[in-house]
């Protein structure tokens, strides 16, 4: 007895410990951002000298088109990623990965790792110049962070891809069932939560890349990100937290959104 109630003692220290962890890494942040975005004034003490929505009030129109092209930017990235990973895992399925399956793996998961900065710095050597100038075209940003977060919408899409799937899909083939039909009935119905889960993936490396975004981005292009980082290097720390709440917000409304499950029809 005296055993198992010391290691229940153990168990819920540490779990009281990781707990305590996982607030100061990640909750406290957020709220420090929060805080600051509602402070008139912050510097030396606590908590904030006084309390306004100043910040808010002072946001002006290049700021919510800031987050009007993070939020584009994202959508289209998250399902370019999501189609072409859910592409790519479908036709390497029950391939040999010992050879030509195994190299394209390889390639498809190549840019994770790959520093961010690097591969920003490689895509706009490689599309500066004709006959493919996407320098000054937002589509090298959408270029560059497809190439991120390709590798994490595949691995949704491959890991949900389970040995009874090849067998329903191999039943409903020898039924006479058009590929298409199979596609369509079969194996899209089944994968609807990791397509799911690789659009909200997707979408969130999306909205909070800097490192390559910063590299390629075009002149009068902004994201969130870069305007933060911009407001930062000023010293504008206060109208930077109020930026990034709002972009924290409709993301996260974004998100549950991709999320939310549609309501189970009644079975009569």
């Not at 010391?6 to 929060?34: D, Q």
């Not at 397509?195 to 909070?208: D, M, P, T, W």
Request: with cysteine; aromatic share 6%; charged share 10%.
């Amino acid at each position: 007895m005296p055993h198992c109630k010391l290691g229940r003692v153990v168990s819920a220290t540490l779990l009281a410990c990781a707990a305590l962890l996982c607030v100061w890494l990640f909750v406290l942040p957020v709220a420090v951002v929060a805080l600051s975005s509602v402070a008139a004034h912050w510097s030396g003490t606590i908590v904030p000298d006084g309390f306004s929505l100043r910040w808010f009030e002072r946001l002006d129109g290049s700021d919510f088109d800031a987050i009007a092209t993070s939020l584009e930017i994202g959508f289209g990235v998250a399902v370019l990623g999501t189609a072409l990973g859910l592409w790519l895992a479908l036709a390497l399925e029950g391939r040999d990965r010992r050879g030509l399956g195994a190299l394209v793996d390889t390639i498809a998961m190549m840019p994770n790792g790959v520093p961010s900065v690097v591969l920003g710095l490689s895509v706009l050597i490689a599309y500066h110049k004709a006959p493919l100038d996407l320098s000054s075209s937002a589509a090298i940003v959408v270029f560059v962070q497809l190439a991120l977060v390709l590798p994490f919408c595949y691995r949704c899409a491959a890991a949900a891809l389970r040995p009874e799937l090849t067998v329903l899909r191999e039943a409903a083939a020898s039924l006479g069932a058009p590929p298409a039909m199979v596609l369509l009935r079969v194996v899209l119905p089944q994968l609807v939560p990791a397509i799911r889960a690789s659009l909200a993936l997707g979408f969130a490396l999306s909205l909070g890349e800097l490192g390559a975004t910063l590299t390629v981005y075009p002149p009068g292009f902004a994201t969130v990100p870069i305007v933060v980082v911009g407001q930062v290097e000023r010293g504008y720390y206060l109208p930077a937290s109020a930026l990034s709440l709002i972009l924290l917000a409709v993301s996260l409304a974004a998100l549950m959104l991709i999320a939310a499950r549609a309501p189970r029809r009644r079975q009569d």
